[in-house]
């Protein structure tokens, strides 16, 4: 038995391939753009080819362009498919911490995986990817280098405004101090972490803290989120397809 | 009149009541705006003017931008935009109550850029509890009654008060009744009728609210109850005119089964037992309370575990508007009591008429896929 | 022109820091005196707990101190957590964070305990709350709040606004609440009310009222002996000690400082150029830079709508209780939008001002909004402009350094261009 799950967020497209619900044949992850249907189609013959030809029985569908996935047997919300895939990667995970490019949410999970609470940032930028893309613009550092850029701080800087627009200009006004880069980018990943564990304390963060999502593969915002929490923060691989391996989980209870 | 008509006629007036103000304006008849539930409506109605709830709906904030700074609640600005695009020009006068800080300046501001307008508010107590409370109330109620009747020109009657008062409780009954036949006929009542109807019924006449309650109502006499397993939702907050809450509930397969809104239960709980000016004041003192109000400590939260209780709520949903003070205050130890009974909640935050992002609908879907 | 040194010039600076470190050191011992503890809003009334020998403690001077030791995101973090919205009063989450985390600025250590924490940090926990909403209604829901975690009796006195003045109906439903509180405090704390006890502190806080309001006034000498920020320091007595005698004399030996300075024309900037007039609380976190971009350019705050707030008092020996009702009932912020215009025209022209800064406040909704009309409405009364910032009373996350030096330097680029052009 072979399932779907396509995860159509807001910056990209990620799809997972799984068999008998327990054995991942194929992931990919494209850009989005304008045209999400055509990136969404890429992505599919990638899995596809990969699984030599091998067409899935079920479809699930997350992500903010869920509703609009005429392929899918169902949609189902992200956070519902975050909390499922994070717990399947990562046995006894509790909380997840996810951060991708428009939002981020913390979500609670019962000893048996289930979802039993959760909490999203409202709509200001601060504390998603946005912020990072941001500031990655100001700095003129790729964000992709972020994480290796504030392993060489020697301090982090402290930025104190927490909404994007300000904390820009201060992070051009630190620049103009000739602050280094390195310290204001640990700076940055300090203020996203504050921001996104003020989020997840509204639920109990507890001790097996899985982090998701696009911005898990900068290490500098993993450590920052670690010194905030106190926790020990783990990343699950591929932590940008838990979204769609969660969807392809719940494809498979449906087949 | 089938039911096709009642659900069209209430999702034009509760989308916007301008058409319906316009036509009593063309029979002749006053109309009052009020912006808050804790006008009497009776007094006024028994006065021969027809108060007509005011909510604000502007899509986009432009002029009110000069009076409201960003951080003031969307009802607010909203409805200051409105007035100055002379949306509502045609009323006759506005009608504020006390409440919060944010409705209190709303008025000096009003009334400071709009200096010919019949502006008039009856300025409740914060405190609901005792007798002294009881006695201020009945004087500024008498107080804002003889200032309305500047309009009129002349004292209210107790006949015609006797009236209101009836047609005021039957309204409460019949929506009353629309809530508990909601919970057996979730498909043919949607959950978006309860707050339609309510905001309906705060705009227009209340004979004629109460015809169009009594036919819709009883086309479900003696039908069988839907079989339905649809977990059930429960709304708290402020104000809100938003019906994607509403559908969004309906259709992930749950419902929203009851609420603590201002533009819900809260408008029609608890009877007028005396058709008097005491015992409307009775009334306003004993209704379950808006946050901005004070009975005791601890007055919200028994009220909102009854009703769990009483409706069998299997989740609530804090729906707030942003920037809205007095429910914020409460947010914390409500959710701790709610999540005390076992009973899941989500806070989801607001602005009034802004187009929601795809995050209302995926909070909405998680929060039904975890109670489910 | 002079320019003086605070220290040296002041001398009753050394006794304001004795008055209040003495105030939150007996508070704090006061399990040794046996005292009572009542948490009080910063306009409420004070008179009647003094006289029964209750300690009144002010959350909001708290709050100020808070924000003015930089401690805001932190208590406001904790707060978070349990769920508060950082749209709500900073004074308020600066509070319950305190008393969470047992955080404060008030950090007493005396050396007979070999310098150890008295209870750890933050205020002594109260045996009662009162709460006057003649301030905002956001207190309301604070001491709601307060009172559960504290399980404590809550006392409300609720002072309608002043929409439509002073009505009979507002002043006798204040004066019977005044009876019931008298009573309420009787009974949670078994102390007994004098009346002539209560005329006698009624006497002193008029007295301290009518000091404060004589200080405020000197600023109207040119150049102005003190600007607001000064002032905005100098005010933690009347809103915490009113009612006592020691507040009196302090008053009484700022007064005659302030008045020599006054006298020989020393100001406390090299040179007075601009005169300015200040709206709403201060931004405690910010003080010391904006009162130095400020004197930088010459520009003081010589009067303000805040500090004048408790610049007003008139308790009667013959109708103590309702005198007392009228004053709680009509105080600065519980008067309407109009009100307030006539109010600061009142001020520019008093102090002779060239123009006004308006704070609009995020955390204070009800002294904020209306400030765009109000600001466009005392231009135009007065011709004098006007600048807005805005920021928070103690929360320095939505604030940017940038932002505001800017705007303050246009502004003063105005001044200049009107005087040069007058």
């Not at chain 2, 058709?275 to 109000?293: D, F, I, M, N």
């Not at chain 3, 006392?155 to 204040?174: A, F, L, S």
Request: with cysteine; hydrophobic share 40%.
């Amino acid at each position: 038995m072979i399932t779907l799950g396509i995860d159509l967020g807001s910056n990209t497209v990620k799809t997972v391939l799984l068999r008998d619900g327990s054995q991942v044949i194929a992931r990919s992850l494209r850009k989005g753009g304008h045209d999400m249907e055509t990136v969404m189609n890429e992505c599919l013959e990638e899995v596809y080819s990969a699984a030599s030809g091998e067409k899935p029985d079920k479809i699930v569908a997350t992500g903010y362009g869920r509703v609009s996935c005429k392929i899918a047997d169902k949609e189902i919300s992200e956070i519902s498919c975050h909390g499922r895939g994070a717990y399947f990667s990562m046995q006894g995970a509790r909380t997840v911490i996810d951060i991708g490019g428009q939002d981020s949410k913390a979500i609670s999970l019962s000893d048996n995986g289930k979802v039993i609470d959760f909490v999203m940032n409202d709509k200001c930028a601060a504390g998603t990817g946005r912020f990072l893309e941001v500031m990655a613009q100001a700095l003129q550092v790729p964000l992709v280098d972020f994480g290796d850029v504030s392993l060489k701080a020697d301090r982090s800087v402290d930025i104190s405004n927490t909404c994007t627009v300000f904390a820009e200009s201060e992070v051009i006004s630190l620049m103009a101090r000739r602050e280094s880069k390195e310290n204001i980018i640990a700076g940055l990943h300090k203020a996203i972490a504050a921001r996104v564990i003020a989020m997840a304390k509204r639920l109990r963060i507890e001790d097996e803290v899985a982090f998701t999502g696009g911005v898990a593969l900068n290490s500098g915002v993993k450590r920052a989120l670690e010194s905030a929490s106190g926790k020990s923060i783990k990343t699950p691989d591929h932590p940008q397809h838990i979204g769609a391996l969660g969807a392809a989980l719940f494809a498979f209870d449906m087949a | 009149m089938d039911r096709a008509d009642y659900i069209k006629f209430v999702e034009s007036v509760s989308r916007n009541p301008v058409e319906q103000i316009n036509s009593y304006k063309r029979q002749e008849r006053p109309v009052f705006g009020y912006t808050c539930s804790y006008v009497p409506e009776e007094l006024i109605d028994a006065m021969g003017i027809i108060p007509v709830r005011m909510l604000g709906r502007a899509q986009t904030i432009q002029s009110a931008e000069r009076h409201f700074q960003s951080y003031c609640c969307s009802q607010v600005r909203s409805l200051m935009e409105e007035f100055i695009d002379g949306v509502y020009s045609s009323l006759d006068g506005l009608l504020f109550a006390h409440t919060c800080d944010t409705m209190q300046q709303f008025h000096d501001i009003y009334k400071k850029n709009f200096p010919k307008a019949f502006v008039k508010n009856i300025n409740f107590p914060s405190r609901l509890d005792g007798e002294i409370p009881y006695n201020y109330a009945l004087a500024e109620t008498k107080r804002f009654l003889k200032s309305v009747e500047e309009f009129t020109g002349r004292p209210l009657s107790s006949d015609s008060l006797k009236e209101s008062v009836t047609a005021y409780n039957k309204n409460r009954t019949l929506l009353e009744k629309l809530y508990g036949l909601h919970l057996k006929y979730p498909v043919d009542i949607p959950s978006r009728l309860l707050l339609q109807s309510v905001i309906m019924s705060q705009c227009v006449d209340k004979r004629e609210a109460n015809k169009w309650l009594e036919q819709f109502l009883s086309s479900f006499d003696e039908k069988a109850p839907e079989d339905s397993k649809r977990k059930r939702i429960m709304l708290v907050g402020s104000v809100n005119i938003n019906e994607e809450v509403y559908d969004l509930a309906d259709e992930f397969g749950a419902m929203i089964a009851d609420d603590d809104l201002c533009t819900g239960r809260r408008y029609f709980s608890t009877q007028v037992s005396e058709p008097t000016v005491e015992g409307v004041t009775r009334r306003y003192l004993s209704r379950p309370h808006c946050a901005a109000k004070h009975r005791d400590v601890h007055s919200r939260e028994r009220w909102l575990l009854e009703l769990i209780e009483k409706r069998s709520i299997d989740g609530v949903i804090f729906l707030y508007l942003k920037f809205c003070d007095p429910h914020c205050f409460d947010y914390p130890d409500l959710r701790k009591a709610i999540e005390g009974k076992k009973v899941p909640t989500q806070l989801i935050e607001m602005e009034q008429s802004v187009a929601q992002s795809g995050q209302l609908r995926t909070k909405l879907q998680a929060f039904v896929e975890m109670i489910s | 022109m002079e320019q003086y040194n605070q220290l040296s010039e002041i001398s009753s600076n050394e006794r304001l820091r004795k008055l209040m470190v003495g105030y939150y050191m007996k508070a704090k011992f006061s399990w040794l005196t046996r005292k009572k503890i009542a948490w009080i809003t910063s306009g409420g009334p004070v008179e009647p707990l003094i006289s029964m020998g209750i300690t009144p403690i002010y959350p909001e001077n708290h709050g100020a101190m808070i924000g003015a030791r930089k401690m805001g995101p932190e208590l406001s973090d904790a707060a978070e957590d349990l769920g508060y919205s950082r749209d709500l009063c900073s004074y308020f989450r600066c509070d319950v964070g305190s008393a969470v985390l047992k955080k404060s600025p008030i950090d007493i250590r005396p050396k007979f305990l070999g310098g150890r924490a008295v209870f750890g940090g933050g205020l002594p926990k109260p045996d009662l709350l009162v709460c006057c909403n003649n301030i905002c209604g956001t207190v309301l829901k604070w001491y709601e709040v307060q009172a559960r975690f504290f399980n404590v009796p809550l006392i409300i006195v609720d002072t309608p606004y002043n929409y439509d003045g002073e009505t009979t109906e507002i002043i006798e439903y204040v004066t019977a609440q005044f009876g019931e509180m008298i009573t309420q405090i009787e009974k949670a704390t078994g102390k007994r009310f004098s009346e002539k006890e209560f005329i006698r502190v009624g006497e002193l806080s008029d007295e301290a009222v009518n000091l404060w309001n004589e200080v405020l006034s000197i600023c109207e000498n040119v150049p102005a002996p003190m600007t607001c920020f000064d002032a905005f320091m100098y005010l933690a007595p009347i809103v915490t000690l009113r009612g006592t005698q020691e507040v009196v004399d302090y008053y009484k030996q700022l007064k005659v400082e302030l008045q020599s300075l006054a006298d020989r024309k020393i100001s406390p900037v090299p040179e007075e150029k601009f005169r300015l007039v200040w709206d709403n609380l201060p931004i405690w976190f910010k003080m010391r830079r904006l009162s130095k971009t400020l004197a930088n350019y010459g520009a003081v705050l010589v009067a303000d709508t805040y500090t004048n707030a408790w610049a007003d008092n008139d308790i009667s020996v013959e109708k103590p209780i309702e005198s007392m009702a009228r004053v709680y009932a009509t105080a600065y912020l519980n008067r309407n939008t109009e009100t307030k215009i006539k109010n600061m025209v009142n001020l520019m022209n008093r102090f002779k001002a060239d123009g006004f800064l308006i704070h609009s406040n995020r955390s204070c909704k009800p002294y904020s909004f209306g400030q765009l009309d109000i600001k466009d409405e005392v231009s135009r009364r007065t011709g004098k402009p006007a600048l807005m910032i805005e920021a928070d009373m103690c929360d320095p996350r939505a604030y940017s350094d940038e932002q505001i030096a800017t705007r303050i330097q246009a502004f003063i680029e105005t001044l200049k261009e009107r005087k040069a052009t007058a």
